[in-house]
């Protein structure tokens, strides 16, 4: 178990409508990432959040977006929803000490699987 | 921009063999670390090892081992005594001072 929390674990949903995604991040993780991982693909970096604040951005979509709350969750909203927006997300946590912000292996949550229909 | 090239799409190897992932990867980054991620059929994402870039050993985690040449900046990682368990795509991945860049990943068989 990774201490990482996604929920909901499926999601069904059609085109055109908005889902938001869910991501607890280990106990004492600051920084959380959310990546997307189409069917037989790698993970694409979406963006990246640390204690609240954004710090970096990868090739998210306009109708995505995200942000990290007080207590450190973190939530992806997806809007206005296509067949190809079908993907697994990943919610993952790190440490991300400022100083050293590589010293810091991410622990990935079991990720959500949407279904656009 | 940093970059992770996994130029196997796929690999198979006998139970109990060893068998090599290539990685390599393109970075102007003097601190980093580099990584391999297991993905099991269950799609879970599970570390496997890490490598500090300033260390010139290379890093070893029971039967999982990596070579790592900075100067070619290659990141290949060894399996000993494959178990049918490690069937699984394998990822490699580079983190700098921010994000995570992953491979495209390898798939990996294991044949009884």
Redesign the interface.
């Known amino acids: 178990d990774s201490g990482v929390t996604q929920t909901p674990k499926h999601l069904i949903t059609a085109t055109g409508q908005r889902v938001t995604l869910r991501c607890s991040p280990r106990s004492g993780d600051l920084s959380v990432y959310w990546y997307q991982q189409s069917l037989d693909q790698g993970l694409q970096f979406l963006i990246q959040y640390y204690n609240g604040e954004e710090r970096a951005k990868g090739n998210i979509l306009e109708r995505f977006s995200a942000q990290q709350f007080p207590d450190l969750h973190s939530e992806l909203n997806l809007s206005s929803l296509e067949l190809g927006d079908s993907a697994l997300y990943f919610c993952a946590s790190s440490v991300g000490d400022r100083g050293n912000p590589a010293n810091s292996p991410l622990h990935f949550g079991n990720g959500t699987r949407l279904t656009v229909t | 921009a940093q970059t992770v090239t996994q130029s196997q799409p796929e690999m198979s190897v006998q139970e109990a063999e060893t068998v090599t992932l290539s990685c390599t990867y393109d970075t102007s980054e003097s601190?980093?670390?580099l990584?391999w991620?297991k993905q099991p059929p269950?799609?879970?994402?599970?570390?496997v090892i890490?490598q500090?870039?300033y260390k010139q050993q290379n890093a070893t985690e029971n039967r999982f081992s990596v070579n790592f040449q900075k100067a070619a900046k290659s990141f290949s990682l060894k399996i000993s005594d494959s178990q049918l368990g490690d069937a699984a795509m394998y990822?490699c991945a580079y983190?700098?001072?921010?994000?995570?860049?992953?491979?495209?990943?390898t798939r990996l068989t294991i044949n009884p």
Do not use: H, P, T, W
């Not at chain 2, 269950?42 to 570390?47: A, D, N, T, V």
């Open positions: 601190d980093y670390y990584f991620y269950s799609r879970q994402m599970i570390l890490r500090e870039a990822f983190k700098g001072a921010q994000k995570l860049v992953f491979g495209q990943g």
